[in-house]
């Protein structure tokens, strides 16, 4: 047990009620800031107003509750830390590190190599000037390897600028992207340790680049292993995973657990049951190695 103090967070996307991948990275990310001794904040990432829909977040919220979650703090709402996105966004362009671009997702697609995460903007803006009308506003990636220890996946290397390339901060219709405000808000909400879902395991060389040129501290990291559905895509809204129910919170609390590798519990009568039996219980070792999800194998040491 690492020592000084523990935060984590949850940080679902409210595009849908809650389903069992969320719920996984619920339970991983509570168990293991609860066993630290830690914190556990939430924060709704709705940052993206297309993306939202109505009353999803006020659904994930009693959900999370019925089950018998316990949140710190106040929840955060990104759809109300714009001003704070948008001064970390100024930083940079002062700095010179971000510049406009006005391609298509079209253009980009027909000239761009695939990387560890879709297209790899091959640059072509690189040497346009801000304040020209409307345009995504990209990172300037500089050219280094990042290295980090998840601390279930073990080392991951990546060289953002060829595997990733630049990304973008802004859209050109002003929403502020996930990689920028969730770089924000987890220094704002003091998080030391990430425990999220492996399908962002790509995402988490981009956002160690930001802490860097932001002056922001790393937490530590640990991505789950990711829940797949029978054709073997990752489960999420868009795929229509099925909800859980709010109604039920035992089955699906025992299943999230047994996913996560953990002993089978033996007989439990209640929510009640579970917390104390998976407080006492929970061992992160035992989290099964990632299925599914590898960077290009050179960069994978
Ligand atoms: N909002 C993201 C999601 O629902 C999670 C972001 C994170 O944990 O960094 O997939
Ligand atoms: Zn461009």
Not at 15 to 23: A, C, E, I, K
Not at 37 to 64: C, H, K, N, Q, S
Not at 193 to 198: F, I, L, P, Q, T
Not at 248 to 264: C, M
Request: with cysteine.
């Amino acid at each position: 047990m690492p020592a000084g103090p523990y935060r984590g967070r949850f940080a679902p996307t409210p595009s849908g009620p809650l389903h069992f991948g969320s719920l996984v990275a619920a339970l991983g990310s509570y168990l293991e800031a609860r066993s630290h001794g830690g914190e556990w904040l939430l924060r709704i990432e709705d940052v993206d107003p297309p993306r939202v829909v109505a009353g999803a977040a006020d659904a994930i919220l009693r959900t999370l509750e019925a089950f018998g979650f316990e949140w710190d703090g106040p929840v955060v709402h990104q759809s109300r830390r714009l001003a704070a996105y948008r001064d970390a966004l100024e930083h940079l362009i002062r700095e010179g590190w971000v510049y406009p671009c006005t391609c298509s997702r079209k253009q980009i697609t027909a000239a761009a190599r695939r990387g560890v995460d879709g297209p790899v903007y091959p640059g072509h803006c690189r040497a346009r000037r801000l304040g020209h009308g409307p345009a995504a506003l990209r990172l300037r990636v500089p050219a280094a390897r990042i290295v980090f220890d998840d601390a279930l996946q073990g080392r991951v290397a990546c060289d953002v600028a060829a595997e990733c390339g630049d990304f973008v901060l802004q859209r050109a219709d002003g929403v502020y992207t996930y990689q920028l405000a969730v770089v924000v808000d987890d220094a704002a909400q003091g998080i030391t340790h990430v425990v999220r879902g492996a399908d962002l395991l790509a995402s988490t060389p981009r956002q160690i680049i930001l802490q860097g040129l932001l002056g922001l501290p790393t937490p530590r990291y640990l991505h789950l292993p990711v829940v797949l559905d029978a054709r073997g895509d990752k489960l999420s809204k868009q795929t229509l995973a099925q909800p859980i129910d709010p109604r039920t919170p035992l089955p699906a609390l025992i299943a999230a657990w047994s996913f996560l590798g953990q002993r089978p519990p033996g007989r439990l009568d209640s929510v009640q049951e579970f917390w104390s039996m998976a407080r006492a219980g929970w061992i992160a070792s035992r989290i099964p190695p990632l299925r599914g999800f590898r960077f290009a194998s050179p960069h994978n040491t």
